[in-house]
């Protein structure tokens, strides 16, 4: 950890203009945020399913109300209070904001009042390893991009070990809340937290903050996930511009491949955006029950159809995970999900020549012919280290290179069949780690400081195993609804690493929602015609219309027009 003195030098040394222009900015809040605030609580919640198993495992933060905050006429007297956060996951556009708002939130209850920011996710409160975040500190991370005010990681949360060995330095700091900033997994761990010093008396409570790009922590009182907004306006920047250069040189079919491995929603948000030639959306290929040839056929068709008219450009858009929902390659991929958990070790002492065929013969036959069936360097990539949380890494199974391979095979076969006539070059490109950084948009970087804020607000009421939450953010941001929301309210049973564990359950894109409902009603006329968008870099300045928008998605969803 570098000296205070250092890192101010190095800052200063490599700070942009738009950087110092950006530290200026000041987040927009909710009004029920400022001045005299009151909470009120709503009827007892249940989570969304699995009822009875999850009150078991958390019998003393179940059933909590929904609380809101409004403005309030009696001014309170708040103690000073020490908190500590955590930056847990993969990185997210917004999340100094975050840690902004919370530092200016207790500060503003209590100048007495400190936190504390633990060093590389929650590896760092179980290795003891802090700093004390002050105003000097967190000046220079206002509005910016990145975690790397403390760092991330995938630590996870989970044994009595580490709830006990992180509670000896809270303890020694007098740490009375702790933060935990991430997506469902990780708010998923600060649930089972937020649990177990509730069980044992600790006197600490536990905050989450939703966070992640995916876009698939959501639900009625939590509208979106930060970070989502900047990541697919950046994405959607970067593919208008392969759709100018497409359109300028009319010879390539550009495959691209965004993150998102359980969810569509940044691949259905960048259509929205860019009206694209193509674009795959995993939830209703599975719900659909279609194959990977099916998909090859579809987007072979559209090649074929501009083809006819002398457009032998075009672009597709695949959303990260979509391997994982053809629901042949779900079987296959769920199956050695649960045989890897348990072997291992013994399929690491496998030549890594031998480990196909190893793996061939020890699962289903059904499953084994797939397998044997897929191009040798999928079949590899199905079976790298799993993610922390037992999951195949989908970002590592080069989705578009096999799509773009299989296209021209198909292609190839119809040529000779009389079937198409025209040219087909590809390329490839995947985009995930550049929108993870990226500065935040006006709307991320309000929305992360209210979620900050609301956090040190939740703290002040004493509350414990809440998420914060910020809703109707399609209105103006004085109008937005800040509270808190217990996280077992959204959590459900899931298969993990072979047994069934509670999860904050998933939001998939909607099939009957009204974004996809958008989209299906026009990717016909996007396959055919070139109706390309082009949206531009983020905008930080200038009309409200122009600069404070949130994502196509969400304007839809809460039927505003954009």
């Known amino acids: 950890m570098p000296a205070l003195s250092n890192l101010k030098t190095q800052y200063n040394m490599t700070t942009s203009a738009l950087q110092k222009e950006r530290a200026k900015y000041q987040p927009k809040v909710p009004k029920t945020l400022k001045g005299v605030v009151k909470i009120k609580e709503g009827a007892p919640t ?9 009150k078991k495992l958390f019998p003393n933060t179940y059933g909590m109300p929904v609380v809101t905050f409004e403005a309030g006429s009696e001014k309170k007297q708040y103690s000073p ?10 990185q997210a556009p ?34 003891h390893k802090y700093m004390e975040l002050t105003g000097d500190i967190i000046d220079q991370y206002r509005n910016t991009g990145g975690f790397d005010i403390i760092g991330s990681g995938r630590t996870k949360l989970e044994t009595k070990e580490q709830f006990d060995k992180g509670l000896e330095i809270l ?79 009319r010879k390539y079919w550009h495959f691209i491949k965004l993150m998102g491995r359980s969810a569509s929603h940044i691949a259905l948000e960048c259509a929205l955006q860019v009206q694209p030639n193509v674009c795959i959306i995993s939830e209703e290929v599975e719900a659909k029950n279609q194959s990977l040839d099916d998909i090859i056929n579809y987007i072979a068709g559209v090649v074929a159809r501009r083809a006819e008219d002398g457009n032998n450009f075009g672009t597709v858009l695949i959303p990260e995970g979509l391997i994982e929902f053809v629901p042949a390659m779900k079987r296959l991929i769920t199956e050695l999900n649960d045989f890897l958990a348990h072997h291992d070790s013994e399929f690491k002492m496998i030549k890594k020549s031998e480990q196909c065929t190893y793996i061939k013969r020890k699962l289903s036959r059904e499953n084994s012919e797939l397998y044997a069936s897929l191009p040798e360097t999928v079949a590899r990539q199905l079976t790298l280290d799993r993610d922390p949380h037992g999951n195949v890494q989908v970002s590592l199974i080069e989705t578009e290179k096999l ?62 195993g809440y998420m914060s939450s910020v809703r109707n953010t399609t209105a103006p ?4 609804i800040a509270g808190g929301v217990p996280i077992t309210m959204m959590m459900n049973m899931e298969r993990r690493h072979g047994e069934m564990k509670p999860v904050i359950q998933k939001a998939l894109v909607k099939l009957d929602g009204a974004p996809f409902k958008t989209f299906a009603a026009n990717r016909e006329a996007w396959a055919v015609n070139t109706d390309y ?30």
């Not at 082009?534 to 954009?562: A, H, M, N, W």
């Open 46 to 54: 249940q989570s969304v399913a699995d009822q009875n198993d999850i």
């Open 81 to 90: 209070v020490n908190v500590g956060v955590i930056l847990s996951g993969g």
């Open 94 to 127: 917004g999340g100094h904001n975050v840690i902004a708002g919370i530092f200016d939130g207790i500060k503003d209850m209590n100048p007495g009042s400190r936190l504390y920011g633990f060093i590389l996710g929650p590896g760092g409160l179980i290795d």
């Open 171 to 249: 303890k020694e700091l007098n740490i009375k809340a702790l933060v935990i900033i991430g997506g469902d997994d990780s708010n998923t761990n600060a649930c089972v937290l937020a649990e177990y010093y509730a069980q044992i008396g600790a006197g600490v409570q536990v905050i989450g903050c939703p966070k992640t790009i995916d876009g698939d922590l959501k639900n009625d009182w939590i509208e979106t996930s930060f970070g989502f907004d900047t990541a697919c306006k950046v994405y959607s920047e970067v593919i208008g511009n392969i759709q100018r250069d497409c359109n300028s040189a």
């Open 403 to 464: 799509l773009a391979e299989m296209v021209g095979n198909r292609l190839a076969e119809w040529a000779e069949e009389g079937k198409y006539v025209g040219k087909f070059a590809t390329q490839v490109h995947f985009f995930g780690y550049e929108g993870r950084c990226a500065a935040p948009s006006n709307y991320d970087a309000d929305y992360c400081y209210s979620l900050g804020y609301t956090a040190a607000g939740l703290i002040s009421e004493g509350k414990t």
């Open 477 to 480: 941001a004085a109008e937005w």
């Open 533 to 562: 968008v082009y949206p531009g870099p983020i905008q930080y300045f200038g009309p409200s219309d122009v600069c404070d928008q949130p994502t196509k998605t969400l304007q839809i969803e809460r039927c505003k027009k954009s």
